[in-house]
């Protein structure tokens, strides 16, 4: 109630207060919630260790958000020290009680090999399973692995939808990733101005891909109509935003107006 301000002023200290006396008795909902309280530094001094302390004793009591959020803990080595073997352990006991962040998480570690034998068959499961319950990051994941062909067959058409799904809940990489698909006409008909529209939305989230992306149509003019000024200062977003390709692009375009 005093953390969200319902009922009562917003009061984080007072909200603290109340989950410590639940948490020392032993209330694995309290624990998480003072650790959550610590991590924030939200009514107190913020101390990575301490949080990190309830979470575990949350976590030993089965409470499937605090393991993963101790598996996060040790992957980042916040109030830790970083071990991905426990990290990955961590996410194994919160994702076999189907929690679908913890489910991500355990299949990135697979994908990357971080903490366990690297088996991309092993994350795209994993992936699949967060991706059911509607995580944007994994329907994303899971796009790439058909992509790619990692763990499994390379199917162009699951991809495109899986960055769809994951798109339409407003997920900057899979916008991108779908802009692509529809530019190319992998898994879906080619479309130009689907692809616009995609790389648009990735663009206004600062994906500089997208941006690059952009650029590339206006200045050719597909699926829009051809405005250089547009592509220009599409290519320009983008290589300030580090996008090596752009910059190129630009200082190419910059010799050939000095030229004429």
Known sequence: MYEKGQGVPQDYSEALQW????????LAKAQYNAGVACQKGQGVEQNYAVATNWFRKAAEQGFAE????????YY???????????????????AEQSHAWAQNNLGAMYLTGQGVGQDHAEAAGWFRKAAMKGIALAQNNLGLMYYSGQGGKQDYAEAASWFRKSATQGFSWAQN??????????????????????????????????????????????????????AKEWFSKACNNGFKPACDHTAVTARKETEH
């Open 66 to 73: 605090a393991q993963n959020k101790l598996g996060l803990m």
């Open 177 to 230: 990733n779908l802009g692509v698909m529809c530019e190319k006409g992998l898994g879906v008909s080619q479309d130009y101005a689907e692809a616009l529209r995609w790389y648009r939305k990735a663009a206004a989230q600062d994906i500089s891909e997208a941006q690059y992306s952009l650029g590339v149509l206006y200045e050719n003019g597909r699926g829009v109509t051809q405005d250089r000024q547009q």
């Open 19 to 26: 989950y410590l006396k639940a948490a020392e008795q032993g």
């Open 76 to 94: 980042s080595g916040q109030g830790v020290g970083q071990n991905y073997a426990e990290a990955a352990g961590w996410f194994r006991k919160a």
